[in-house]
């Protein structure tokens, strides 16, 4: 499926309805819903502690929600009702895989390993859930194999092959974000979870990361939700913005009205509803003189 | 009834010395993360110093009033237990600070085998029984207290009021709880880290080393072995209490104190071991943070 | 003590002054430490009461050992030592290439446990052998086995086990019993035993895999201890602390006995003199195979995904759980593997000894068996062998220094200074070595080139 020729029909492959996350007393996350469309890259945006990691961790099953459903729909047209299943199964039978804000990397194994792991359900089939492999039948020597051939693809799109037997402790940070990437790509996702993939990174490896992410879509057709705070990556890559501002959703919308919304710019600079209109104004003057200068 | 009350009353006494232990299980957990397995043989520590001091005190001067006898006896425990502690802490526990986390666990437990056998070595294998020291009993409603069981009691009730004020009172206590929370914002805020460490492994052997002097005292023998089922058990009362409460520690050492004794006392006394330990395991399993502790939130 | 640095103005007699200070501070601190118990010697008389001893020369020799020892490490040793590490530091890092002997160590050793046996009997006679096959031989490869069994858990899957013993337990337990009850041999009862020890170790396995670390320990540590207890009070079935005796012995996969009244018996068929040098030998071959079987299938599981998933369990589990992986089942199967090589390594314990006890299974076996893991660097199966060596071999050795009773006279029993020796060792050891004596982990998979990965990247355990 070639991707940009589904961005204007309706196929969404997450649908989050009425999501509802309460810790104690606390509602993380009142009443939230949303689409993300098969195909496209999603941003969910907001203030520090607006619930974006919280909605990240309910559609990857890491926390249940309190309320509300998430359905995932596969390419086949299966439906998944996240909310229900395990975090492991969300991965495995769902095709949902994730990456987390604090890179979590098995840093004392290598980075080729770190991607086999990924692989792990695939290669337990092929070896007969070990016992088929303990013995040393072809099938298992095959998948493995393959394994390897698939580790090496993701290791040259991330632009680690060089690295491949080296610790992934040993990478430097820009680095061990793109393997977590890749690691998360050797599950074979058709949805791609990414929690401030851009944080921590300078303009260059950014730029590397916007490459990435750009052909995970082209190349794979996987679908990509993405935690960001860094407004130059939400801007450039994504197709389709959602903000969030104390568990509710203030805007949803392309990149270009979103920007625009007076509520985003009034939740990001922290003014009063009426004070807005204001803010607008001096936004616009600014940009102009912007503008003018360039 | 009054077997239940008598039941009751012998769990208690039992309870306070776990209790007193399980202090220390519980503050070093709280400080530095780590089971400080070898706790229970600062305990049997504590009670041979006791035990020697007790054969000093008996052989140099005859006929010397129980009570002080018991002070002295006290003292000499605490300050040696406390230096024990100290030392180890020091040596063994301090080097392996923010290291590999297995290493402190398994240096305590080889701290554990090292401190038995040395007692062992240097005092001998045999049982060391002494001479009832206190043997008054009262007969309260037709229950049987004995003059050593309030003692043990009452020693408690008043160690335990003065350690809650030296923990939520006094500079150090601050200190103690400052650390707990941020070890590196303690250090930044200028407070003495590896002193409050020190100072926290010095009140627990305090307390193990009273513990173990009133394990002497009540059961009128020790064995250099006694710091393993004891120091288990203690652990298990600051599990259940909730491991880093300090009300928790003597809760749990209560209660399994009772549980201990009314097993005994209506079931077979061969199980009471077992009941202790599955009592821990179903604890752990089942709610890990304990009565009072908090709960611990996965972070994702 | 204080943790001064040395700069070099403060060398020559500002350090001579300090190391003094420090001398006498650790000679009076170890003065409170002994007075009491070395000082002093609690002994019953002849009326069965306790009396003290006095032991004034031992008291003053511990601290001046204390004293002079501080004096010489602060004054002489650590200015020295960290001169060396300035000046290593400064060297650029070379690559140093491994010898021969380096690179086919394990090789070198299996071939040399091969022909051990022979060697014993060649130097000592066929009944001189005994003690070094049975004391030495058997008896390490044992707890190597052990180790590496436990190493499953321990090393890879990051499960801290502190009651890996109860499963050595069911496995012995499984022998001796069956073969009594049943008359099976050892090669049916074997498997079955190792198939007993997993399935408990499923089942001790299955609630507490939700704890993490010291957590799981000490859950660990009482499953093991009431495993030991109902041993101890099920008197019916396990004749409680009388132990099982009678245990049958092995035989050559049923070819050829060891009962001396049995028809096949092996020294007559053949025609060798009697001894039970033979058996033992046996025995040690036995138990050579088991381990290395141990070590087999660890080094071709890590190969597996499975492997790698145990250890990837070890440096993250909520990563493991973000790529599908069922950490449950990952979970028990560590658990699994490594009781079923305990329970091998049981059924082992009981066909040597004739006789099994609770005795045998108490909490010191296992934190034995852990710190030799932990001591040979986690993960990694020749540190735990050479682990395994050092500290059971070594205390085996004590046995043998008889010597010894020349210098501290005729009442010195070196055997009683055995756990105390394994104590501190297993304590020095760790604060000079905290990730055990082989600290780097072969990776299991490579694409042009298999590097060593330092333990300074490899994670704690979190289960």
Redesign the interface.
């Known amino acids: 499926m070639a991707p940009g020729t589904n961005t204007m029909t309706n196929d969404p492959i997450l649908k989050v309805e009425h999501l509802s996350m309460r810790f104690g007393g606390l509602m993380a996350i009142n009443d939230f819903s949303f689409e993300a469309q098969r195909g496209e890259i999603t941003a969910l945006i907001g203030p520090n502690g607006a619930g974006k990691?919280t909605v990240f961790?309910c559609v990857t099953g890491?926390?249940k929600p309190t309320m509300g459903m998430i359905i995932m729909r596969q390419k086949g047209g299966r439906e998944f009702l996240l909310e229900r299943m395990a975090d492991f199964e969300i991965t495995r039978d769902a095709k949902v895989a994730r990456t987390?804000q604090n890179i979590r990397l098995f840093s004392g194994l290598t980075v080729l390993e770190n991607l086999l792991v990924a692989q792990h359900n695939m290669l337990m089939k092929a070896s007969g859930y070990t016992f088929l492999g303990l013995l040393g039948f072809p099938a298992y020597k095959k998948a493995s194999a393959e394994s390897i051939e698939i580790a090496k693809y993701w290791l040259e799109k991330a632009n680690l092959i060089e690295r491949a037997d080296d610790p992934a402790g040993d990478l430097p940070y820009g680095a061990q974000r793109r393997l977590e990437i890749a690691r998360a790509m050797c599950t074979g996702p058709e949805f791609l979870c990414l929690d401030e993939p851009a944080a921590g990174l300078n303009p260059r490896e950014s730029l590397a990361l916007n490459e990435l992410l750009r052909s995970i879509r082209k190349d794979s057709g996987t679908s990509i939700l993405l935690i960001e705070h860094d407004m130059s990556v939400v801007m450039e890559i994504s197709d389709h913005v959602v903000v969030l501002e104390y568990g509710q959703k203030i805007s949803d919308g392309t990149p270009e009205h979103v920007k625009n919304d007076p509520k985003v710019i009034a939740a990001y600079l922290g003014v009063e509803d009426d004070e807005v209109e204001e803010v607008i104004e001096e936004i616009e003057e600014i940009e102009e003189t912007q503008g003018g200068t360039h | 009834m009054e077997y239940f009350v008598q039941q009751l009353v012998n769990g208690l006494t039992l309870g306070s010395i776990y209790g007193l232990i399980a202090i220390g299980y519980t503050m070093v957990y709280g400080i530095i993360g780590?089971?400080n397995f070898a706790h229970g043989d600062i305990f049997m520590?504590g009670g041979?110093?006791a035990?020697?001091?007790f054969?000093?005190l008996t052989?140099v001067f005859v006929g010397l009033p129980v009570v002080l006898l018991l002070l002295v006896m006290i003292i000499?425990a605490m300050?040696?237990a406390s230096?024990?502690n100290w030392?180890i802490e020091?040596?063994?526990y301090r080097?392996?600070r923010g290291?590999?986390?297995?290493?402190p666990?398994?240096?305590a437990?080889?701290?554990?085998?090292?401190?038995s056998?040395?007692?062992?070595?240097?005092?001998?294998p045999?049982n060391?029984?002494?001479?009832p020291m206190v043997s008054s009993v009262y007969n309260v409603f037709g229950i049987a207290i004995s003059l050593k069981q309030i003692i043990i009691m009452v020693l408690t009730v008043v160690l335990l009021a003065i350690f809650w004020y030296v923990v939520n009172k006094t500079a150090l206590g601050r200190a103690q709880r400052a650390t707990e929370q941020d070890r590196k914002m303690a250090a930044l805020l200028g407070i003495d880290v590896d002193r409050t460490i020190s100072v926290t492994f010095i009140m627990g052997a305090s307390l193990a080393a009273v513990a173990g002097t009133m394990y002497l005292m009540y059961y009128g023998v020790t064995v250099f072995t006694d710091g393993?089922i004891p120091g288990?058990k203690a652990?298990?009362a600051a599990?259940l209490g909730g491991i880093g409460s300090l009300p928790g520690a003597v809760l749990g050492g209560m209660l399994i104190g009772l549980i201990e004794s009314l097993w005994s006392a209506y079931f077979t006394i061969?199980?009471k071991?077992?009941a202790t330990?599955?009592i821990?395991?179903i604890v752990?399993?089942f709610k890990?943070s304990g009565i009072l502790g908090r709960p611990e939130v996965?972070k994702? | 003590?204080s943790n001064i640095s040395n700069t070099h103005e403060s060398a020559g007699g500002n350090l001579t002054a300090r190391a003094l200070r420090e001398g006498v501070f650790a000679g009076l601190?170890s003065l409170?430490?002994f007075v009491?118990?070395?000082g002093?010697?609690?002994?019953?008389n002849i009326r069965n009461?306790?009396?003290?001893n006095q032991r004034w020369g031992l008291l003053a020799i511990f601290v001046a050992v204390a004293a002079v020892g501080r004096f010489l490490m602060v004054a002489y040793i650590r200015p020295r030592l960290e001169a060396r590490k300035a000046s290593a530091s400064a060297k650029p890092v070379t690559e140093e290439q491994e010898g021969f002997f380096r690179r086919n160590f394990s090789k070198i050793a299996i071939a040399f446990l091969l022909v051990y046996p022979f060697i014993a009997v060649a130097i000592f006679g066929v009944q001189g052998s005994l003690k070094w096959v049975d004391n030495f031989g058997i008896q390490i490869l044992i707890y190597v086995m052990l180790a590496w069994g436990l190493n499953i858990v321990?090393g890879l899957a990051g499960l801290?086990d502190l009651g890996y013993v109860a499963f050595y337990a069911v496995g012995a337990y499984s022998y001796a019993l069956l073969s009594q009850q049943f008359g099976l041999s050892f090669w049916a009862l074997l498997p079955l035993a190792g198939i007993l020890a997993a399935f408990w170790g499923i089942i001790l396995g299955f609630?507490?895999l939700?704890?993490k670390?010291?957590?799981l320990?000490?859950?660990t540590?009482?499953?093991g201890?009431?495993i030991r207890?109902?041993l101890?009070?099920w008197t019916d079935v396990t004749r409680g602390t009388f132990g099982v005796s009678g245990i049958p012995k092995a035989s050559v996969f049923g070819i050829w006995s060891f009962d001396v009244g049995a028809p096949n018996y092996f020294a007559k068929a053949f025609g060798l003199p009697m001894s039970s040098a033979y058996y033992k030998i046996f025995l040690f071959y036995l138990i050579l195979a088991l381990a290395l079987l141990t070590a087999y299938v660890t080094i071709r599981l890590r190969r597996m995904p499975i492997g790698r998933a145990w250890e990837a369990l070890r440096e993250d589990e909520?990563a493991c759980r973000s790529l599908g992986i069922n950490t449950v089942t990952t979970k028990l199967t560590a658990f699994a593997t490594g009781a079923m090589f305990g329970g091998f390594a049981g059924s082992f314990f009981a066909v040597r000894q004739g006789f099994v006890s609770p005795e045998s299974f108490v909490?010191?076996e296992s934190?034995i068996i852990?710190?030799i893991v932990?001591?040979g660097g986690?993960g990694s199966l020749v540190g735990i062998a050479i682990a395994a060596v050092v500290m059971v071999g070594g205390t085996e050795l004590l046995r043998e220094m008889t010597f010894l009773k020349a210098i501290f006279g005729p009442d010195f029993t070196p055997e009683?200074?055995r756990?105390?020796i394994?104590?501190?060792?297993?304590?020095v050891v760790?604060?000079w070595k905290?990730?055990g004596f082989v600290g780097s982990r072969e990776p299991t998979a490579f694409l042009k080139e298999r590097k060593a990965v330092s333990?300074s990247f490899t994670t704690?355990?979190h289960g």
């Open positions: 990691t961790n890491f926390y987390f | 780590m089971i520590l041979f110093a035990l020697i001091t054969l000093i052989s000499a300050l040696t230096l024990w030392t020091k040596m063994a080097p392996l290291s590999f986390r297995l290493a666990l398994i240096t437990i080889g701290m554990s085998i090292t401190l056998n040395f007692i062992q070595v240097t005092q001998g045999r060391k029984p002494i001479p393993f288990v652990f298990t599990v061969d199980y071991d077992v330990f599955s821990l395991a752990l399993i890990p996965e994702v | 003590m601190v409170g430490l009491l118990f070395v002093l010697e609690t002994t019953q009461e306790l009396v003290l321990v801290l609630p507490v939700r704890l670390g010291d957590y320990a000490i859950v540590l009482a499953f201890e009431i207890l109902v101890i009070n909520i909490f010191l934190a852990l710190s932990v001591l986690m009683l200074y756990m105390l394994f104590g501190l060792a297993m304590v760790m604060v905290p990730r333990s704690e355990g």
